[in-house]
């Protein structure tokens, strides 16, 4: 989780009165379907701000939506990649069992302490794996960050099962190892 977001959710009982959890409880409670509806529920009537609402609803609607429909969804009329992406979680899995995989509409993060890759089904034939890799060169495959802006440091663009070789491993693996 992000350091800013991490501080957001430990100043949230004491700025809004509550905690994330009874905030969570409260939105089941009310069962308010669309985000904008949620956040001004919470500003008008419990008079949080317009940012922690935001978060509040935004990590209350990330935890109700189950995460295999997402990646099901991102790889829908992409189906030929989802053997890419199922390869790769395999291949991260087996770094250790303190990586966190987490599921957002356009992407999968993965984090250890913090986020080291994420894997995005770029187009009908590619998925885009960005990696965090701070001081390391752009070289070979491993390309710029793209279209991931300042997400990953780098990207390496994959087409087939094939493409996730001893190479991609450990460069997923350097990503993984900075990410303490």
């Keep these: 989780m992000d350091k800013a977001l991490q501080t957001m959710i430990d100043n949230m009982p004491e700025k809004t009165g509550k905690t994330l959890e009874q905030w969570m409880q409260i939105l089941t409670n009310e069962n308010i379907e669309k985000h ?21 609803v935004t990590l209350f609607n990330a935890k109700n939506e189950p995460t295999e429909d997402l990646v099901t969804s991102q790889y ?13 979680i395999t291949v991260v899995s087996n770094f250790g ?7 957002k509409k356009t992407g999968v993060s993965l984090i250890r302490k913090k986020q080291f ?20 060169e752009v070289q070979g495959r491993l390309e710029n960050s793209g279209p991931f802006g300042s997400m990953c440091t780098h990207r390496i663009q994959l087409t087939s099962v094939s493409d996730i070789d001893e190479e991609v491993t450990l460069w997923l693996k350097a990503a993984y190892d900075k990410s303490v």
């Design 36 to 56: 904008g509806v949620a956040v001004k529920y919470l500003k008008t009537e419990h008079g949080v701000t317009h940012g922690f609402a935001n978060t509040i």
């Design 76 to 88: 829908s009329g992409k189906e030929a990649l989802k053997p890419l992406y199922d390869k790769l």
């Design 97 to 103: 069992g303190d990586v966190v995989i987490t599921p």
């Design 117 to 136: 890759a994420l894997i995005k089904p770029a187009t009908k034939t590619r998925i885009d794996l960005g990696l965090k890799l701070k001081d390391i």
